[in-house]
């Protein structure tokens, strides 16, 4: 049976489903970025999250201190180190969230058809009557009608104990709300989205701004995700900013679509940023529920077409307290990749959830599965059917050697890289064998000093779907002699054996540059 999703071969027994799964030699391609909070951040539990298969960790700033937050950058260090597996780290930016301030943490019972105020002033307790919000410009920015939701994700994990409010009236620089369903909130922090509405606060606060020139710089992060892009311009001054500080310049930018305005500016923020992070929960608020999987759909495929890195939110909300996901969460996460999602981030989930590890484990297992059957055939032909013509060199030879690989069942494709520019071309085309990346250190200078560039471009790989990144000796080059080329392909491929996704009689296709050519070619291993 042939569709634009699924390849399964005919005729297939339902039955068969019930059968364990033959173990794969790799994990997931799938990519899976996990939040590290207070059931995530010892050594023990961060190694295990690494074994389990997560390739980013995030830190989220709209909660913790920088402090604690090095405490725990600290401990993944370490895990990375003990368990010598590749990790990248992810700055969440705070950007213009509304947020509610229960410094009591009084539980605050709202009871459906009630009145409720939100006001301008911090200084006031949180309760059922008053709730006091970080932004002095509400009142001016909404109408009667307007619907405002107050959510307790980062807490719970959960939305089920939210509420939803809609604006009566305002009161100076109050807005009185009518409580739509009775709800119970706990907790110090809810944020706040109201729906369709322009917040005139700057996507980076004075707080993300010294983040990054502090903790940020001091930790070379991978990642920066630009929480509520808005404009490409958003994108445009996070990118001159890491310019400014000098050793963030090679830091990606993943802008992260959260509201209408986003979704407006999709296209040209696509064109802008590295990767895109599809933020449903905000999403699932401005958008009618019915809209919430087009929009998914379109913009993954959008991202795919143009080679950007995608990322999927909220997919297993119920894991927070539960060891097993929904039904139709399994279906949501399968659903993602089949759609082609680059990755999949999990927030509460592994922030402060019960099952940190048994979560990543599941995500793992559904990616893989959904993997078997994602129809690379039909999708290959579309994204070449979309590239303009006359097709650029190294995108000619990406495609080229996925086709190959897919033509003589090649177990493993390796490619040489300094930039990681050819391996997203490659991964682009997703092929269903994974992608070996050798990355090799080139020596740069900026006239004051000497150093080499690589680390990041390996651990940025570690964002896209199919990559698995090595670094090489920086002695070699990735256009060296012949001679040198073979004996880090020969490195290359030990590593491959160890990891177990290589094993004798295999074929392999590799992409390299030779002299001034790129060269693709097919080996297969004595």
Request: aromatic share 6%; charged share 25%; hydrophobic share 40%.
């Amino acid at each position: 049976m042939q569709a634009t999703q699924l390849l399964l071969e005919e005729p297939i027994r339902l039955a068969s489903i019930l059968e364990p799964s033959s173990p794969t030699a790799f994990s997931a391609l799938t990519k899976i970025i996990g939040t590290l909070g207070p059931q995530s951040r010892d050594v023990e539990t961060i190694e295990a999250l690494l074994k389990a298969g997560m390739s980013v960790a995030r830190f989220d700033f709209s909660w913790g201190n920088d402090a604690y937050h090095q405490e725990t950058l600290e401990n993944l260090k370490k895990a990375v180190r003990n368990t010598r597996l590749l990790c990248a780290v992810m700055l969440d930016t705070i950007g213009p969230e509304l947020c509610v301030l229960n410094k009591e943490e009084h539980v605050i019972e709202l009871q459906e058809g009630a009145t409720v105020v939100l006001t301008a002033d911090e200084t006031r307790g949180a309760s059922a009557e008053v709730l006091p919000l970080n932004y002095d410009g509400l009142a001016s920015a909404v109408t009667k009608g307007d619907t405002i939701f107050l959510g307790q994700y980062l807490f719970t994990g959960s939305e089920t104990t939210s509420v939803w409010l809609e604006v009566v009236e305002t009161q100076g620089k109050d807005v009185v709300c009518t409580v739509k369903n009775t709800a119970t909130l706990t907790g110090s922090l809810f944020t706040a989205h109201v729906s369709q509405v322009r917040i005139e606060l700057p996507t980076l606060s004075e707080a993300d701004l010294k983040t990054m020139a502090t903790w940020g710089v001091k930790n070379q992060i991978d990642f920066v995700s630009l929480s509520y892009t808005r404009h490409p311009d958003d994108v445009r001054a996070c990118r001159e900013y890491l310019d400014k500080l000098g050793d963030l310049r090679q830091t990606q930018i993943f802008a992260k679509i959260e509201n209408y305005e986003g979704l407006a500016h999709f296209d040209e923020i696509l064109e802008e940023a590295d990767g895109i992070i599809l933020s449903r929960g905000n999403l699932g608020i401005d958008l009618p529920p019915e809209k919430v999987f087009l929009f998914q759909k379109v913009a993954l495929q959008k991202c795919n077409a143009a080679g950007k890195a995608s990322i999927v939110t909220r997919v297993v909300d119920s894991m927070v307290d539960s060891p097993r996901p929904t039904r139709a969460e399994a279906t949501d996460v399968a659903n993602a990749v089949l759609d082609g999602t680059d990755g999949i981030m999990l927030g509460a989930e592994t922030l402060r959830g019960l099952y940190p590890v048994e979560t990543i484990t599941t995500i793992r297992k559904i990616c893989a599965e959904a993997e078997k059957v994602f129809n690379q055939a039909v999708y290959f032909k579309r994204t070449i059917k979309a590239v303009r013509e006359p097709m650029q060199h190294l995108e000619s030879i990406a495609s080229s050697a996925v086709r190959a690989a897919s033509k003589v069942r090649a177990s493993v494709i390796v490619v040489f890289t300094s930039s990681g520019r050819c391996a997203r071309l490659i991964a682009k085309y997703r092929p269903t064998m994974p992608v070996l990346c050798v990355v090799i250190p080139r020596l740069t200078t900026n006239h004051l000093k000497w150093s080499f560039t690589g680390a990041f471009q390996a651990r940025q790989c570690l964002a896209v779907r199919g990559l698995f990144p090595m670094l090489a000796d920086p002695r070699h080059s990735s256009d060296s002699a012949s001679t040198t080329n073979e004996s880090i392909l020969k490195v290359a491929l030990d590593h491959g054996k160890a990891a177990g996704i290589v094993k004798a009689h295999d074929r392999i296709v590799v992409c390299q540059k030779v002299g001034d050519s790129s060269v693709v070619k097919i080996i297969e291993l004595d």
